[in-house]
Protein backbone atom coordinates (compact mmCIF):
# COMPACT_ATOMS: atom_id res chain seq x y z
CA UNK A 1 0.00 0.00 0.00
CA UNK A 2 1.35 3.42 -1.06
CA UNK A 3 1.30 6.84 1.31
CA UNK A 4 -0.15 9.61 -0.28
CA UNK A 5 1.34 13.18 1.06
CA UNK A 6 0.13 16.21 0.22
CA UNK A 7 -0.05 19.91 1.70
CA UNK A 8 3.29 20.49 0.09
CA UNK A 9 3.57 24.60 -1.93
CA UNK A 10 5.55 27.57 -1.43
CA UNK A 11 5.80 29.64 1.65
CA UNK A 12 8.38 32.50 3.52
CA UNK A 13 10.73 31.81 5.83
CA UNK A 14 9.03 32.04 8.99
CA UNK A 15 5.51 30.66 7.83
CA UNK A 16 3.34 27.25 8.24
CA UNK A 17 2.62 24.63 6.67
CA UNK A 18 0.59 21.38 6.97
CA UNK A 19 1.39 17.90 5.17
CA UNK A 20 -1.09 15.07 5.40
CA UNK A 21 -0.34 11.70 4.73
CA UNK A 22 -3.13 9.16 3.86
CA UNK A 23 -3.64 5.31 3.07
CA UNK A 24 -6.46 4.39 1.34
CA UNK A 25 -7.75 1.29 2.26
CA UNK A 26 -5.91 0.60 5.04
CA UNK A 27 -5.39 2.03 8.21
CA UNK A 28 -2.52 3.66 10.43
CA UNK A 29 -3.67 1.98 13.52
CA UNK A 30 -0.66 -0.24 13.95
CA UNK A 31 1.98 0.93 11.82
CA UNK A 32 4.66 3.59 12.73
CA UNK A 33 4.66 6.10 10.57
CA UNK A 34 7.32 8.75 9.21
CA UNK A 35 7.64 11.85 7.87
CA UNK A 36 11.25 11.78 5.60
CA UNK A 37 12.83 14.97 3.16
CA UNK A 38 15.22 15.03 0.45
CA UNK A 39 16.53 18.05 -0.51
CA UNK A 40 18.00 18.40 -4.25
CA UNK A 41 21.45 17.03 -4.24
CA UNK A 42 20.84 15.40 -0.92
CA UNK A 43 19.77 11.81 0.74
CA UNK A 44 16.24 11.43 1.90
CA UNK A 45 16.56 12.02 5.75
CA UNK A 46 13.96 11.02 8.68
CA UNK A 47 12.20 14.17 9.66
CA UNK A 48 9.58 12.99 12.21
CA UNK A 49 7.32 9.84 13.67
CA UNK A 50 4.88 8.95 15.19
CA UNK A 51 4.74 5.15 17.32
CA UNK A 52 1.81 3.06 16.66
CA UNK A 53 1.51 1.70 20.26
CA UNK A 54 1.82 4.64 22.26
CA UNK A 55 1.77 8.14 19.98
CA UNK A 56 5.35 8.89 21.37
CA UNK A 57 6.94 11.01 18.75
CA UNK A 58 10.11 11.81 17.62
CA UNK A 59 12.22 14.40 15.39
CA UNK A 60 15.38 14.91 13.79
CA UNK A 61 17.27 18.10 15.46
CA UNK A 62 17.02 20.04 12.65
CA UNK A 63 13.35 20.13 12.75
CA UNK A 64 12.47 19.66 16.51
CA UNK A 65 10.05 22.57 18.22
CA UNK A 66 9.66 23.51 15.13
CA UNK A 67 7.54 20.61 13.70
CA UNK A 68 4.91 18.40 15.17
CA UNK A 69 3.55 14.96 14.16
CA UNK A 70 0.26 13.56 15.04
CA UNK A 71 -2.56 11.61 13.52
CA UNK A 72 -5.84 11.17 13.53
CA UNK A 73 -7.36 7.37 13.11
CA UNK A 74 -10.92 8.67 12.33
CA UNK A 75 -9.80 10.31 9.20
CA UNK A 76 -6.95 7.49 8.66
CA UNK A 77 -4.70 10.39 8.14
CA UNK A 78 -1.05 11.88 9.63
CA UNK A 79 0.08 14.80 10.08
CA UNK A 80 2.92 17.28 9.73
CA UNK A 81 2.84 20.67 11.42
CA UNK A 82 5.15 22.69 10.50
CA UNK A 83 5.99 25.67 11.56
CA UNK A 84 8.93 28.47 11.73
CA UNK A 85 9.93 27.48 8.41
CA UNK A 86 13.52 28.08 6.99
CA UNK A 87 15.14 27.81 3.75
CA UNK A 88 16.64 24.87 4.76
CA UNK A 89 13.51 23.15 4.97
CA UNK A 90 13.07 23.27 1.09
CA UNK A 91 12.52 19.15 0.15
CA UNK A 92 10.58 16.58 -1.13
CA UNK A 93 8.54 15.34 2.18
CA UNK A 94 7.63 11.67 1.86
CA UNK A 95 5.54 9.59 4.41
CA UNK A 96 5.95 5.94 4.82
CA UNK A 97 4.94 3.38 7.57
CA UNK A 98 6.95 0.33 8.86
CA UNK A 99 5.72 -2.57 12.08
CA UNK A 100 7.00 -2.41 15.35
CA UNK A 101 8.64 0.70 17.04
CA UNK A 102 10.49 3.93 15.46
CA UNK A 103 13.58 3.90 14.00
CA UNK A 104 15.04 6.67 11.94
CA UNK A 105 16.33 4.48 9.05
CA UNK A 106 14.76 5.32 6.22
CA UNK A 107 15.48 1.70 4.98
CA UNK A 108 13.01 0.12 7.74
CA UNK A 109 10.27 2.18 5.37
CA UNK A 110 7.57 0.83 3.35
CA UNK A 111 4.56 2.60 1.61
CA UNK A 112 7.01 5.38 -0.32
CA UNK A 113 4.52 7.35 -2.22
CA UNK A 114 4.72 10.38 -4.52
CA UNK A 115 6.35 12.76 -2.10
CA UNK A 116 5.11 16.46 -1.83
CA UNK A 117 7.28 19.41 -2.25
CA UNK A 118 8.06 22.24 -0.24
CA UNK A 119 9.57 25.27 -0.74
CA UNK A 120 10.54 27.94 1.32
CA UNK A 121 11.80 31.26 -0.19
CA UNK A 122 14.16 33.67 1.85
Known amino acids: VQLQASGGGLVQTGGSLRLSCAAS????????TGWFRQAPGKEREFAAA????????YYADSVKGRFTISRDNAKNTVYLQMDSLKPEDTAVYYC????????????????WGQGTLVTVSS
Open 96 to 111: ARKRGGVVRRTAEYTG
Open 25 to 32: GRTFGTYT
Open 50 to 57: INWSDDST
